[in-house]
């Protein structure tokens, strides 16, 4: 078992780095990066020098040759020449260029390009000496924000919004659980009833639904229409309100306080609860529906068991075996965030700093939530299946 | 002698198989919604179809003056009707619709029918050879799997997007797509781009179904027959495997339609897919959000399409399921 | 031959259960009578899909939905099961009637271990605490012949071979010494020499605590091996019901005689088996008349109308010997004779 866990975290190191490299290849493979529209003010009457371009490249490790640039994005090395004993290593190895040649090429299809040549000026190992540098994704730096928040570290950017996606997708993940669950069961078990036709047909519509239609209905029907018949209405977005507002029936509502939190929560867990619980349920349902045809389900019917204690000790902690895997994937998202919900309720999510990050071209902050939720995503996959050696005795690993 | 000619006179009172065909349609026919999903697809596509002659208004016609006309409205110089209105710029809602119904109905079927091809060779050729290409391919198939799908389909959108004037397409390819969605050609580019990525992104189901398709059949009879008789794994596989994989494949393809109609939507919707003034119904859902506090109905107007379409396709993978391989009702 | 003069232990009388489903009403079990005395076993053989097992599931009322017991009666220990409530009728299962199955391996749950899974009987209608419940279990697993049952107990489903889990299920079922135990079809998923073991362990439980079985089979060599009388079934209705003896003896309905005359008898030459042609009939749509009127050779060859158009009853054709067959029918009985006959 120790074996298969040490086997599982080597090839988890395997996929996080190739993941990073992924990543990081995607990164510079962005338009819209850093160097964007320098080289049309070039032409301008404010034309920046020759300087000014090195001095800027320098800034973004532009200057670096990639597998050098990509070492230190990712654990923050090479700082500079290796001491040994008193002694400095590779100070004079070129690493980079600071001012490359570049000359205007005719490309096959007549249009002009311009091509590196050549290099004016290499950097050397010794020069990246008190150059700012991050610790490295891998020990959880990111690196700048290039446009959202300009150079602040893109930690601090998730940190500020981690706390309210969690808040968000904790609550709703929690309460799909305790809905879907007993509604898969409940319409298994009484399958063909009325409930269950019910049910299920509901249930497909839910899981059909598109969440960012749904979730313009519900600010319609929940906020828009009540509040304009002057009836309760809810937040249609936002975590909080900026000045105090009054609800009829319930009164004056204070910014930040618990019940203004209370209220813009409302529609965005609900949105977010209904469509998993529609899909969740079906699941349950579905693998309900398998076990209950099981020979050992039979067997404990003419056991003489009650049919309560039939479906919740002998079928259920079967049906429930194949529904951790769903449950356990919900722990990236608890992380990356819904990004159409928080986006149509403005909520300030991972999942809409995702969808800002995008929209900005700001793409190390994209990259950092996608890189974490990747992470995220091969660890769920271990935790599974460890799990899944915990509660079905058929599986075990060595 | 006499008892055998009776036993088999008494065979022929069985009734006769019927074709397999047949009996899929008889009893998708059972099917009550997925019949009513199927009856208005086909009007939608009829509808799309003949979008030019159905259409009252150009797709960006502007009436000047007349903005958030409500629905029904009679443009007063014409007496032409707008029948569902017009939007902020005055471009009629229902002509609109119709166009942008194309375009999301055209991608959406295209992306099927590529990510199918895609996924159908992959997942035969791992399965068939098996090995370590199909322990790779299915590894990634897998990774790509569990990791959240949206956060991806928008980055590669969106990069792709904002570089799509680099990215090397047939012109024959685009000229055929903006003649598919009615879409000039420099258009038609953001919707190739957008089924590249739906399609790209969306093989891996039926590559697993395909895979797990063929290693069923791989040992049974018919195959071993076909390999004892000298026949490749190229002729097998089509040959043999496709056709016997097709049910699968096809419930698969009918609830892909229903993913890729709601995600183009959501691309678009969210600004990372097809760009305005190209109508789709994501983007016209997204302009609506601006001005719904005052025109509650608006959202409604691109959104029940995008919620019926999702809604028929996925009744009709329903009743496929059941027609097919009723094993696997639930 | 056992004590036909006691009290029958179990009595079915008329018993129907159809099964409502979108294309029919299936009669899965249409009209099936029979009693079981004690300490007997009883063989219920016919092909699959005739009404075997669901006349066994609707005896412990075990039919799911879409099935439905809808007539009949079911006397058991001077009650009518039909007419009891369902918490009357759980605490009959398991404990005074109880059931092993074809599959054991997938009839015992997989997630549970076999220890727990027998204590939980003792758990559940003797109220015994837990550490008594899993030490009378690891006695009874002793009982069935598993060997090092202490360590045995602990085991899962999955590591036991189907004879031992087999073993498992029958320590299940007679643990609280039933009055009768249904066997469907115990043995078909074992190896041939398991087959034998569990045979002999159900002979030798029977012998010791005096249950009756019912033993439903399609394999008449088990039925010979093990029963003491025997019912055929088809067409959800019995055809033919005899001791043992008398039914390998004097095999009456042409279905029987068909079944027979399809397995190989060692030393018997013949140039080929024979094969009852057609196939049993669909249950929603049964014919006219006798249910095996389309399939019956003797029908032609007496060239019988009544056949087709009014389906005979079950009536005494012999001592202790009931048939389901109009060539057996009063005024008809010359022409059974003359057909025996032939036979011989």
Redesign the interface.
């Known amino acids: 078992m120790l074996g298969y866990i040490a086997r599982r975290l080597v090839q988890m190191v395997g996929v996080v780095l190739i993941s990073a490299v992924a990543t990081y290849a995607l990164l510079n493979l962005a338009p819209g990066g850093p160097m964007t529209g320098l080289r049309q003010q070039q032409q301008g009457r404010n034309r920046i020098t020759a300087a000014d371009i090195a001095r800027i490249r320098a800034y973004y490790e532009l200057d670096l040759y990639l597998p050098v640039r990509f070492s230190r994005w990712l654990i923050g090395h090479p700082r500079g020449p290796i001491t040994v004993g008193g002694t400095e290593w590779f100070a004079n190895t070129p690493i980079g260029c600071r001012q490359p040649i570049e000359k205007n090429v005719r490309n096959e299809k007549g249009k002009i390009e311009t091509k590196v040549v050549g290099c004016n000026e290499n950097v050397y190992l010794r020069d990246l000496e008190g150059r700012k540098v991050s610790r490295g994704i891998l020990l959880g730096d990111f690196g700048a924000s290039w446009k959202l928040l300009r150079d602040r570290p893109v930690s601090d950017l998730i940190m500020s919004r981690l706390p309210k996606t969690i808040e968000l997708i904790g609550l709703s993940t929690l309460l799909s659980l305790l809905l879907g669950i007993p509604l898969g069961i409940y319409s298994a078990v009484k399958q063909y009833s009325r409930f269950d036709y019910i049910f299920t047909s509901l249930a497909f519509l839910g899981s059909a639904m598109p969440t960012f239609f749904f979730g313009i209905l519900m600010i319609l029907v929940f906020s828009i229409l009540p509040k304009s018949a002057g009836l309760p209405y809810l937040p249609p977005g936002s975590a909080s309100a900026v000045r105090e507002y009054v609800v009829p029936l319930i009164g004056t509502i204070q910014p930040d306080t618990i019940a203004d939190r209370l209220m813009h929560l409302v529609l965005p867990v609900i949105t977010l609860t209904i469509v998993s619980v529609a899909s969740w349920s079906r699941f349950i349902r579905a693998s309900m529906l398998e076990v209950l045809r099981q020979d050992y389900v039979r067997t404990a019917r003419a056991k003489g068991l009650k049919e309560k204690l039939v479906i919740l000790k002998h079928a259920l902690r079967n049906a429930l075996i194949p529904f951790v895997t769903i449950v356990v994937f919900s722990i990236p998202s608890l992380f990356g965030g819904a990004i159409i919900t928080e986006t149509i309720f403005s909520w300030p999510g991972m999942g809409r700093l995702y969808f800002l990050a995008l929209g900005d071209s700001d793409f190390p902050v994209a990259m950092a939530i996608l890189f974490i939720t990747a992470v995220l995503t091969v660890i769920a996959t271990l935790i599974r299946d460890l799990v899944y050696t915990l509660i079905d005795p058929r599986i075990r690993y060595s | 002698m006499a ?1 055998q000619v ?3 006179s ?2 022929n ?2 009734p006769k198989e019927e074709s397999p065909w047949r009996l899929v349609f008889r009893r998708f026919r ?1 099917h009550k919604l997925a019949m009513i999903s199927l009856g208005v697809m086909l009007v939608l596509f009829l509808i799309t179809l003949f979008a030019r002659q159905i259409a009252p208004f150009e797709v960006d016609e502007i009436t000047v003056g007349n903005y958030f006309l409500k629905p029904g409205s009679v443009q007063e110089a014409t007496g032409r009707v707008h029948l569902l209105g017009t939007d902020n710029l005055g471009r009629d809602l229902f002509s609109r619709l119709i166009y942008a119904g194309r375009i999301s109905l055209t991608v959406a079927l295209l992306s099927v029918v590529i990510s199918s091809i895609i996924g159908v060779t992959i997942g035969a050729i791992s399965g068939y050879y098996g090995g370590w290409v199909d322990n790779l391919l299915m590894r990634i198939v897998e ?1 790509f799997l ?3 799908s ?3 389909l ?2 590669i959108s ?2 792709l997007l ?2 799509q004037d ?1 990215i090397p397409i047939p012109q024959f390819l685009l000229e055929l797509a903006g003649k598919l969605m009615l879409l000039e050609v420099r258009e038609a580019r953001q919707a190739v781009l957008i089924i590249l990525v739906l399609a790209g992104l969306g093989w891996l189901t039926s590559a697993q179904l395909m895979r797990g398709m063929v290693l069923s059949l791989r040992n049974q009879t018919f195959v071993e027959a076909a390999k004892a008789m000298g026949a490749g794994g190229a002729w097998i596989i089509l040959r043999h495997m496709i056709p016997n994989a097709m049910a699968p494949i096809i419930v698969d393809a009918s609830l892909n339609m ?1 993913n890729y109609v ?1 995600a183009e ?2 691309l678009s ?4 897919g097809i760009q305005e003034p190209i109508p789709t119904w ?1 983007n016209m ?1 997204s302009a ?2 601006a001005y ?2 005052d025109m ?1 109905w608006l ?1 409604l107007i691109p ?1 029940l399409p ?2 019926l379409c ?2 028929a396709f ?2 009709i993978g ?1 009743g496929l399921r059941d027609a097919l391989d009723p094993r696997l009702k ?1 | 031959m056992k004590i036909q003069n006691e009290q029958p232990v179990l009595t079915v009388r008329n018993l129907k259960t159809h099964f409502f489903t979108e294309d029919g009403v299936v009669k899965a079990v249409d009209g099936v009578d029979f009693d079981l005395y004690p300490g007997e076993i009883l063989g219920l053989v016919g092909e699959s899909g005739c009404g075997k097992s669901v006349t066994s599931l609707s005896i412990l009322r075990l039919v799911g939905v879409p099935g439905k017991i809808v007539d009949g009666e079911i006397w058991f220990e001077g009650k009518n099961l039909l007419s009891l409530t369902e918490n009357e009728m759980v605490a009959m299962r398991g404990n005074r009637m109880s059931m092993i199955f074809q599959q054991p391996q997938t009839s015992l749950n997989p997630v549970y271990k076999i220890g727990d899974q027998v204590a939980e009987v003792f758990t559940i209608h003797k109220n015994l605490p837990k550490k008594e419940a899993w030490d009378k279990a690891v006695e009874l697993l002793h009982l069935v012949g598993i060997p090092d049952a202490e360590k045995k107990a602990h085991a899962f489903p999955h590591e036991m071979s189907g004879g031992q889990a087999q073993r498992v299920m029958i320590a299940m079922a007679l643990a609280l010494n039933p009055t009768l135990l249904i066997a469907d079809e115990p043995t078909t998923a074992l190896d041939v020499t398991i087959q034998a073991q569990i045979m002999d362990l159900i002979l030798e439980l029977r012998e010791k605590m005096g249950t009756s079985v019912i033993l439903i089979t399609h394999d008449l060599g088990v039925i010979a091996e093990m029963a003491d009388r025997v019912a055929v079934m088809y067409a959800g209705q019995i055809v033919e019901q005899a001791t043992v003896q008398e039914l390998f003896a004097r095999p009456h309905h042409p279905y029987t005689k068909g079944l027979m005359g399809s397995i190989p008898v060692l030393g018997k030459v013949t140039r080929r088996l024979e094969v009852i042609p057609g196939s049993v009939p669909n249950l929603i749509n049964l014919p006219q008349g006798c249910r095996f009127s389309p399939r019956c050779k003797a029908r032609i060859e007496q060239s019988l109308e009544i056949c087709l158009h009014e389906n005979p009853m079950l009536v005494e054709t012999g001592s202790n010997h009931l048939c389901r067959c109009w060539l057996y029918d009063g005024q008809m009985k010359s022409a059974g004779d003359l057909m025996e006959a032939n036979h011989e």
Do not use: C, E, R
């Open positions: 008892a009776d036993s088999i008494l065979l009172d069985y059972k990774f569990t990791i959240p949206l956060p991806i928008l980055i969106a990069m904002k570089n680099a229903a709601v939507a959501a919707f969210l600004g990372f994501g859902l609506t959000q719904m506090l509650p959202p959104g995008i919620f999702s809604l996925n009744y329903d639930l």
